[in-house]
Structure formats: structure tokens, C-alpha cells
């Protein structure tokens, strides 16, 4: 009993320490500025007849829309978790605790 009870004070030592308050980021300027003017031309773009154009122009704007999303993307940043690494977690959190 008493290995048992040593084992688990450090687990609940190092649970009631207090987390540092997390900063929030502001985006910069130039950043907000290039995002407003992609999304002004996926708007041009969504907003274009299509039905008029060749396949070859339709494939250009189709490539043009890609490319512009993983602009978007990469300026956005952020952090992305499978489904599968959230259950992971919840599973390792209730088994430790």
C-alpha cells in the first residue's frame, strides 16, 4: 500500500501546480492586409461565369484557388489534430489519471 501511495504523490504533486496564462497572438498587419486581398480574389473568381470559359482557363483558376487556400493556410497557422490522436489523449488522461 504504501508503494502504491508513493507512486501516485508525484502524479498529484505535479497536477495541483498552477499553468502559466496563455498569451494570445496578435496577427500582424501586413498578414491581415495579404489575407483580405486572397480572399478578394477567391470572391472575383467564384463570382466569374464559368460556363463561357475553355477547360484550359477553368484549370488555370482551379489551380489558382489551391494555391491561394494554402497561402491562406500557412498565414493562419494553427494546430490540426486527428480524430484518432484526440481519442489518443482522452485515453492516456484517463488512464493516468
Known amino acids: ?14 497536477a495541483a ?4 496564462p496563455s498569451t494570445l497572438v496578435v496577427p500582424k498587419p501586413a498578414e491581415s492586409a495579404e489575407v483580405k ?7 472575383e473568381i467564384n463570382a466569374m461565369d464559368k460556363s463561357k470559359m475553355k477547360t484550359a482557363e477553368k484549370r488555370s483558376l482551379r489551380k489558382e484557388v489551391k ?23 482522452v485515453i492516456l488522461l484517463v488512464v493516468l489519471i
Open 67 to 89: 494555391s491561394i487556400n494554402h497561402k491562406m493556410h500557412d498565414i493562419s497557422g494553427g494546430v490540426y489534430l486527428s480524430a484518432g490522436a484526440v481519442i489518443l489523449i
Open 1 to 14: 500500500m504504501t508503494i502504491l501511495s508513493l507512486t501516485l504523490l508525484p502524479l498529484q504533486l505535479n
Open 37 to 43: 486581398t486572397l480572399e478578394l480574389r477567391l470572391n
Open 17 to 20: 501546480t498552477p499553468a502559466k
